[in-house]
Nanobody, 124 residues
Framework: QVQLVESGGGLVQAGGSLRLSCAAP????????MGWFRQAPEKEREFVAA????????DYADSVKGRFTISRDNAKKLVYLQMNSLKPEDTAVYYC?????????????????WGQGTQVTVSS
């Protein structure tokens, strides 16, 4: 019933920037937090960033602090992940996730809905 759709992935060179978007077309949530996770080949899905329902609280993985920024527009039901200073290590499939709770969380098991993912490839 709930569908999340990621977009904005692609191939970029190291040091470049990319902006991912997550949308829930035709869907509405009450108080919900959102998050971004990523999964590289042969690795487990890992936390990237999260944002509370209000947008005032955010959390980031240590590996992306200072480079990535998560934001949201509740009126448009969109969540963004601005990725700057990209590194080859950032190469992964990026997933948008929704948590039916207002508080941001870095734990994968706390999220209720997931998108299909969008590929981000950073070349050296």
């Amino acid at each position: 019933q709930v569908q999340l759709v990621e977009s904005g992935g692609g191939l970029v060179q190291a040091g470049g920037s990319l902006r991912l978007s997550c949308a829930a077309p035709g869907r509405t949530f009450g108080s919900y937090a959102m998050g971004w996770f990523r999964q590289a080949p042969e690795k487990e899905r890992e936390f990237v960033a999260a944002i509370s329902w209000s947008g005032f609280s955010t959390d980031y993985a240590d590996s992306v602090k200072g480079r990535f920024t998560i934001s949201r527009d509740n009126a448009k039901k969109l969540v963004y992940l601005q990725m700057n200073s990209l590194k080859p290590e950032d190469t992964a499939v990026y997933y948008c996730a929704a948590r039916l709770s207002p508080g941001a969380s870095k734990w994968l098991s706390d999220y209720d809905y997931w998108g299909q993912g969008t590929q981000v490839t950073v070349s050296s």
